[in-house]
């Protein structure tokens, strides 16, 4: 049997990052330091959005790991907020796609800048290449689990 001591400290630290990436807590702290009000269950959404471009529920509810129901009715809550509107999407007229509007757009540059502020105080004894390497392994570890999700 092989030494799986890396796998399993690696198992660990993604359990210790889920717990407070899962937080409400740090949710609370994140929309803080963007200087934004939105429900916390919204604004992960939002940011999926805006990352997209467009999404339908059910890929939404698909990365977000929540029920197409409760998606369909936050993604209501975002339009009525004005922060997306959902439109027939181009690939499929059954399907209707959440797309961010402008008001969308600047929240979630607003969270983006949050989110950097955030991360750099807390990588701000780092060497940038540690940062760096950080970010590379990151995303390829999430671009593996994707992919194998997909299989």
């Not at 407070?20 to 939105?38: C, F, H, I, M």
């Not at 529920?57 to 922060?83: C, F, M, N, P, W």
């Not at 105080?121 to 997909?150: I, P, Q, V």
Request: with cysteine.
């Amino acid at each position: 049997m092989h030494d799986t001591h890396d796998i399993d400290m690696l198992a660990g630290a993604l359990l210790d990052l889920l717990a407070v990436l899962n937080s409400p807590r740090q949710d609370e702290v994140l929309l803080q330091a963007a200087g934004v009000t939105l429900d916390r269950a919204l604004f992960p959404l939002l940011v999926r959005i805006g990352a997209s471009g467009s999404l339908g529920v059910v890929d939404l509810a698909d990365q977000s790991g929540r029920d197409h129901s409760t998606i369909s009715r936050q993604v209501a809550k975002l339009e009525a907020l004005g922060l997306i509107i959902r439109q027939v999407a181009a690939h499929d007229q059954r399907v209707r796609e959440a797309c961010i509007t402008e008001a969308g757009r600047r929240m979630v540059s607003a969270i983006t800048k949050g989110r950097r502020r955030l991360l750099g105080e807390l990588l701000r004894d780092w060497s940038r290449e540690d940062r760096g390497t950080l970010a590379r392994l990151n995303r390829r570890l999430a671009d593996g689990m994707k992919a194998a999700r997909r299989l």
